[in-house]
C-alpha cells in the first residue's frame, strides 16, 4: 500500500497495533496481571506462617483443619465464589447487552466465541460445584483434609483472577478490541482455507466481514469515529493483505454468489459480481458507501479513511493484475462522488477526489488510458458538483487533473490530460457557473506557466487553445492576482492548502509573455520565454 511512514503516536498506527494483538496475547496479559496480584497475598501468608511456625510443632498443622474450621472454611469459601460468579455474571449480562446495543448484537456471539470468557466463567462454576462436593464428604469422624485445601486453592484462584478478569471483560467490550478480535479470526479462516480448501470457512468469513461492517456502521451513527476508522482500516487491511493476494488460488465454488451473500443486491449486481468474481470486495465497497450516508459532512476523517482503503486495493488489484477489482474500485469512487453530490456535502467530495487522483497517479504508468478515464471522471462530476449549486468543488476537480497532468511521465497521456482540461473549458463557457468558470480557467492558467517552464510547448499550445475560449478579461485578471499575489496559505483552513491565485516565483517570469500569447497578435507556443 501506497500509504506515508506512521509515528508511534498516530492514531492509524495505534489502530493498527491494536489489529495485530492477538486474543492469545490479551489473555497472557490477563494472566500475567493475576500472577502479579497473587504475589502480594502469597507473601503475607509466607510471612504469618514463618511467624506462626514458633507455635506449632510443624508448617503442616496450620493448615490441618478441624470439623468447625473445615465446616465454616466450606461456607466463607461457597458464598465468596458465588458473589463473584454474580459479579461476573451482571457485569457481562450489562456489557454485553450495552456494546451489542451500541455497534451490533453480533457482539454476544463474538463473547461466546471467546475462550477466555467460557475458561473463567467455567473455572468459577466449576470452583463452586466443587465446594459443595467437599461439603458433602465433610462427616463427624471425617475430614477431607485434601479436598478442604483444594477449595481453599480454588477459591483463591478464583478471586486473584477476579479483577483482571473484570478488567479484560470491559477491554474486550471496547469497539477496537472486538474488531481486532473479529480482524484475527477472519485472518486465520482465509489462511486455513487457501491451506485446506474446506467451503465451510466461506460463511464463517463472510460473516466476520458482516460483524466488522456493522460494528462500524454503528459507530459512525453513534458519532464514535476512532472505532469506526479501526473497522475501516480492518476491512482494508484483510483486503490488501490477506485477501488479495490469495485470491488467485480460491477455487471456483468460493466465488459463487447468490440473495444471501449479498442482500438486498439485484439480480443484475448478483450475476455481475458472480461473473466479475468480486463478491467479497463488493460486499465492503457497498458498506463504504452506506458509511457515506451517515457521515456528517464536518466528519472528512471517515470519507478520507474510506477513500484511503479503497485506493488501497485498487493498487493492490493492480498489482496482483486483478482487472475486474479494478475496475469495480474506479465504479465505486463514482459513487462516493455521487453520494457527496446527493449530500450536498462537498468537503466529502473533497476527499474523494483527492485520493482518487492519487490512484490514477499510481496507474498511469502501467495503465494510462485508465488514468485518462479517471480525470475524465473527475471532471465529470466536478460539473455536476457545480450544476448541483457546488461551485467550487469543479476548480478542485481541475486541479487534481492538473496535479496528475504535470506527475504523468508518458507525454502523450500528459498531452490528452490538458486537451481534456481545455474542451472542458469550452463546454463551460455555456454549461457553468462564472465562480466554476473561473476557477477551471485558474487552473488552466497555472498548468500553462508550468508547462512554459518545462519547455512542454506542446503542453503549453494546447492549454493556450482551452484558454482562448474564456474571455481575455478573465485571463488578464487572474494572471495579474498571480503576479501580485505574495501570500502562498489560502486565507481560510480548509482541505486546500495553497491559494489558489499563488504561482511558485520559478513561474512568474513567465506571466508577461503568457499574457503576450493570449493577445490578438501573440506568438506561437514554442517562442515563449521569460
Not at 514463618?50 to 474450621?69: C, M, R, Y
Not at 457481562?92 to 446495543?101: F, H, K, N, R
Not at 462564472?434 to 500553462?448: F, H, I, W
Not at 492548502?497 to 503568457?514: F, G, K, S, W
Request: a negative charge.
Amino acid at each position: 500500500m501506497d500509504t506515508p511512514a506512521l509515528t508511534e503516536d498516530h492514531p492509524a498506527a495505534r489502530r493498527r497495533r491494536l489489529l495485530a494483538r492477538t486474543p492469545e496475547r490479551r489473555a497472557l496479559d490477563m494472566v500475567v496481571t493475576a500472577a502479579a496480584l497473587a504475589v502480594i497475598p502469597l507473601v503475607v501468608l509466607l510471612i504469618t506462617v514463618v511467624i506462626d511456625t514458633h507455635l506449632t510443632t510443624s508448617p503442616l498443622e496450620l493448615f490441618q483443619a478441624d470439623k468447625l474450621g473445615a465446616s465454616t472454611a466450606l461456607i466463607l469459601i461457597g458464598t465468596a465464589e458465588g458473589v463473584a460468579i454474580a459479579i461476573v455474571i451482571v457485569v457481562v449480562v450489562v456489557g454485553v447487552q450495552l456494546s451489542a446495543d451500541r455497534y451490533s448484537p453480533r457482539i454476544i456471539e463474538i463473547f461466546v466465541r471467546d475462550r477466555m470468557n467460557t475458561a473463567v466463567i467455567g473455572l468459577f462454576l466449576g470452583s463452586m460445584l466443587y465446594t459443595v462436593w467437599v461439603s458433602i464428604e465433610l462427616k463427624e469422624d471425617q475430614i477431607p483434609q485434601a479436598g478442604v485445601l483444594t477449595a481453599a486453592f480454588l477459591g483463591f484462584i478464583d478471586f486473584t483472577l477476579l479483577l483482571p478478569y473484570l478488567r479484560h471483560l470491559f477491554g474486550f467490550m471496547r469497539g477496537e478490541v472486538v474488531i481486532a478480535t473479529i480482524h484475527q479470526r477472519a485472518t486465520r479462516l482465509l489462511r486455513h482455507f487457501v491451506a485446506s480448501g474446506d467451503m465451510g470457512l466461506r460463511h464463517e468469513f463472510a460473516l466476520a466481514i458482516d460483524q466488522i461492517t456493522d460494528i462500524a456502521l454503528g459507530s459512525i451513527e453513534e458519532g464514535d469515529a476512532e472505532v469506526g476508522l479501526a473497522a475501516i482500516d480492518s476491512l482494508c487491511q484483510l483486503m490488501v493483505l490477506e485477501y488479495i493476494p490469495h485470491k488467485g488460488k480460491f477455487p471456483a465454488d468460493w466465488f459463487r454468489v447468490g440473495q444471501y451473500d449479498l442482500a438486498g443486491a439485484s439480480d443484475q449486481v448478483i450475476a455481475e459480481t458472480d461473473a466479475s468474481r468480486t463478491w467479497v470486495e463488493y460486499k465492503i465497497l457497498s458498506r463504504f458507501v452506506d458509511l457515506i450516508g451517515e457521515v456528517q459532512p464536518y466528519r472528512k476523517e471517515v470519507i478520507r479513511t474510506i477513500a484511503r482503503a479503497t485506493r488501497d486495493m485498487g493498487v493492490s488489484a493492480l498489482h496482483h493484475k486483478d482487472e475486474e477489482l479494478l475496475q469495480l474500485v474506479v465504479r465505486f469512487f463514482n459513487t462516493f462522488l455521487r453520494a457527496s453530490i446527493n449530500q450536498r456535502a462537498a468537503p466529502l467530495g473533497y476527499a474523494a477526489m483527492n485520493e482518487y487522483r492519487r490512484l490514477a497517479e499510481t496507474v498511469a504508468s502501467e495503465r494510462p488510458e485508465l488514468a485518462l478515464a479517471i480525470a475524465a471522471h473527475l471532471i465529470q462530476y466536478g460539473r455536476a458538483f457545480d450544476a448541483a449549486g457546488m461551485p467550487f468543488a469543479l476548480p478542485t476537480a481541475y486541479e487534481d487533473v492538473s496535479e496528475l497532468c504535470e506527475a504523468a511521465r508518458d507525454g502523450k497521456l500528459a498531452l490528452e490530460l490538458v486537451n481534456l482540461l481545455g474542451r472542458n473549458l469550452a463546454e463551460l463557457r455555456t454549461a457553468g457557473s462564472a465562480v466554476a468558470q473561473k476557477g477551471a480557467l485558474n487552473c488552466v492558467l497555472k498548468l500553462c506557466l508550468w508547462a512554459a517552464h518545462q519547455e512542454r510547448n506542446d503542453l503549453l499550445a494546447a492549454g493556450l487553445d482551452g484558454v482562448r475560449t474564456m474571455p481575455a478579461e478573465w485571463s488578464g485578471e487572474l494572471l495579474d492576482r498571480m503576479l501580485s499575489s505574495d501570500r502562498k496559505r489560502f486565507w481560510e483552513v480548509s482541505d486546500r492548502v495553497v491559494a489558489y491565485e499563488y504561482v511558485d516565483p520559478a513561474l512568474r517570469p513567465h506571466i508577461a509573455a503568457l499574457r503576450e500569447m493570449l493577445a490578438p497578435d501573440s506568438k506561437p507556443a514554442a517562442a515563449l520565454s521569460p
